[in-house]
């Protein structure tokens, strides 16, 4: 791809989704948008099929796919979202998929995996790579390499949440200042300001990183690709891409403003305030556009303001960490 | 009231609460499906403006009112969900209410009253009676009493859940064998099956209650009005009602299928299934439907069954509990 997609390709990936991807809800709260001083609108993609967004770039993926390819099969790595949006997305269309998971990954998202109909490869992360063990399936299987963010097709596919949220506003007469979603390699945060921008030309769209892995943020303010210092050290484990992709780089400097970064501890009193005052379950790297949101980083006062709750795959007892830090529980 | 309300009342009340109410999503787990060996849908009122359905009720008793009436305001009682919900429904409408709420109620519940902009009066649980001061203030300002569940506006705004719910199903082509609904007084449950039975005659409609609490369940066994033994000792704070009411009874005689009755643990684990795999915050009371299809009461074996988790209003402390019962954290 050397042009850049457009408005018009996430309206493809929405009629490929139609009946697939779940309308999730445009949730407002009274009280938390009287203490802000604006309206604050959150699109719950934790309660998207598979808890996250991720089906909508993986189905969007295999569906665009020739059907010679398909029969072929599709390979993808990951611990997480990812893994459980592309397995899924195989099942509902009939595509084999094999998923390569590190050995220690959480028994629950190995058995999820499982349970969606891929087949899970599992290596060793410290002695193994990942990316050549799912080359090497690809090369003999025949299989298509499905990325979980630097590629059109995912990146138009995620942005059918931003086009969603941008018609749920519209239809509730609300014009919006501003959005921001998470963001790891991009997919969801180019493809929301796709999404957003063809309905609401005017809207800012804003990426949210964690501290400390904010490459986007520092690629967006230096104009060139940033690498982040550490793989890992985030609760955000959903947010750990070491640098912006090839595609979504070039797309990210058109089409988002500046980044947003936020603490691990402005995460979990992010989780708090959905947990009790919009009764949804985030996961932390699905937390950190409404941190930044709630802390003012994302201002909303006197402003119109929508943020993408990503995923809810969050393991019990980082819930309960989130939820013990609760000044008025 | 004689004459029994019907499916039209709560076609009335649909159109009163157009715009007002969220149209929660109709949620769906292939996991959980594939477990229970059929289809379970999950109605999300949790999601609904102030954390739970109460405000169907409310916002449609105030919205039926004479125009004279809604001038003198609106008073009623309760510690929970009906306090937050008729207080929106206040604010939204412009009616003045008075909530009567125990002076040892949880300080965030009050607040949130508060915060909607009732007059929040509290009373002695053990000195005083609620029922009086609520009915001298109505009294001595003309306000108007609204009940939390047994008047025909009440109910038939509560249904407005059930009308959704059943819309939602047969868009996905879904006809729905049973649903079921907590019940505290019947005013959710009996609304409920005229909303469904309107769309899908065939399907059967179920109170769910809390084991201890069962009043509507053996009234329904005896064919006459059943008290319970006991105020209080379930977890499940908002369906501790003492006996069917008046208009709910003849109605949930008529209308309901045999009474669906849960343990509190059962109510926990359900709970937990709700946060791990739904992504949704339900309080206790909430989740009995729920227990009810899990648990295999409510059978969901080669059926399409739907369940409301109709409120989210849970303290840190109690989510944490159920958390920790988690078999697979």
Redesign the interface.
């Known amino acids: 791809m050397t042009t850049l997609p457009t408005f018009a390709d996430v309206q493809a990936a929405a009629r490929r989704l139609e009946g697939i991807a779940?309308?999730?809800?445009l949730?407002e709260n009274?009280?938390v948008n009287?203490k802000l001083g604006g309206r604050l609108f959150i699109k719950?993609e934790?309660?998207q099929?598979t808890?996250s967004f991720k089906i909508r770039g993986a189905y969007n993926f295999l569906a665009s796919m020739s059907e010679a390819d398909r029969k072929k099969g599709a390979v993808g790595w990951s611990s997480g979202n990812h893994a459980q949006g592309l397995a899924?997305a195989g099942?509902l269309l009939g595509v084999k998929t094999t998923i390569v998971m590190p050995a220690d990954a959480p028994a629950?998202k190995v058995a999820?995996t499982r349970?969606?109909g891929a087949e899970v490869v599992l290596y060793d992360r410290v002695k193994e790579s990942r990316e050549e063990i799912g080359q090497g399936i690809a090369k003999k299987t025949g299989a298509t390499i499905v990325p979980p963010y630097d590629h059109v097709w995912i990146l138009t596919g995620q942005g059918t949440a931003g086009l969603e949220l941008a018609e749920q506003a519209k239809a509730l007469g609300v014009t919006l200042d501003a959005v921001a979603a998470p963001c790891s390699g991009g997919g969801l945060s180019t493809g929301t300001a796709l999404g957003v921008k063809g309905i609401m030309p005017n809207a800012t769209v804003h990426a949210g990183e964690p501290a400390g892995f904010d490459d986007l943020a520092r690629s967006l303010a230096s104009g060139q690709k940033e690498k982040n210092a550490k793989l890992s050290g985030s609760i955000c484990d959903a947010l750990l891409a070491p640098e912006p992709g090839d595609v979504t780089f070039p797309l990210a400097q058109k089409v988002l403003g500046p980044g947003l970064v936020v603490t691990d501890e402005e995460v979990l009193d992010a989780m708090e305030v959905a947990?009790?005052e919009?009764?949804?379950?985030?996961e932390p790297g699905g937390a950190v556009a409404l941190a930044a949101a709630l802390t003012g980083k994302l201002p909303v006062k006197g402003r119109n303001v929508a943020v993408i709750c990503s995923g809810?795959n969050v393991?019990?007892?980082t819930?309960?960490r989130a939820?013990?830090r609760?000044k008025?529980?």
Do not use: M, Q, W
């Open positions: 779940i309308r999730t809800p949730l009274a009280r009287a719950a934790c309660l099929r808890g899924e099942r629950l999820n349970a969606s947990f009790r919009f009764k949804i379950v985030v809810g393991d019990h007892a819930f309960i939820l013990s609760a008025t529980a």
